[in-house]
């Protein structure tokens, strides 16, 4: 179990995030349309962007920079993953232009368990932790953050570097 925090909170998240070396969890999360799955692309690179809620300043922001950053990246997808419903995150990247990464909700999955993410205290109990996972064409973790507190936004610069 990890932890984090959430304001003088001490929260502790199911697990541990997937280390770089070992292989990164498959998952099936849901879509914005609701009616698609997201999966672990296996022909690009790809940057999870985990966060608690699009609704708070913190996760909209990593939203927007993540944005801006894909829009930079050859062969990598950028799926930013919440427990949202999907309807949050569409009314969100609607009003934002956010067109370069893929909004994905863990609301039906196990997400949160296999990663490591999902906090089990405090006021964000359930939520997924801010977090960051850079993943490699084969699978590998190359990268993983887990911030140490939730207002924090993620080292965008670490995540990028990890792309090579």
């Known amino acids: 179990m990890a932890t984090t925090l959430l304001g003088d909170t001490t929260v502790h998240t199911v697990g541990e995030l997937p280390q770089a070396g ?5 998952f099936t999360l849901t879509s ?13 690179r790809v940057v999870l962007n985990i966060f608690p809620s699009i609704d ?3 996760c909209a922001t990593s939203v927007r920079r993540f ?14 993953v919440s ?3 999907p ?4 009314r969100f990247c609607g009003a934002e232009g956010i067109e370069n990464v893929v909004t994905a909700s863990s609301f039906r999955s196990s ?4 990663y490591g993410v999902r906090m089990e205290n405090g006021g964000f109990a359930g939520l997924l932790a801010r ?14 953050e887990l911030v140490p507190s939730i207002g924090q936004e993620p080292d965008y610069d670490a995540a990028i570097t990890a792309l090579g």
């Open 83 to 85: 427990a949202d419903l």
């Open 67 to 80: 944005n801006e950053l894909a829009a930079g990246l050859e062969n990598t997808t950028v799926i930013c």
């Open 32 to 44: 914005a349309k609701l009616t698609d799955d997201v999966t672990l692309p296996t022909d690009s």
């Open 87 to 90: 309807f949050a995150l569409n």
């Open 111 to 114: 997400f949160g368990y296999d």
């Open 22 to 26: 070992t292989t990164a969890p498959k």
């Open 131 to 144: 977090a960051v996972v850079v993943i490699g064409t084969d699978g590998t973790v190359l990268h993983s």
């Open 56 to 58: 708070t300043k913190t």
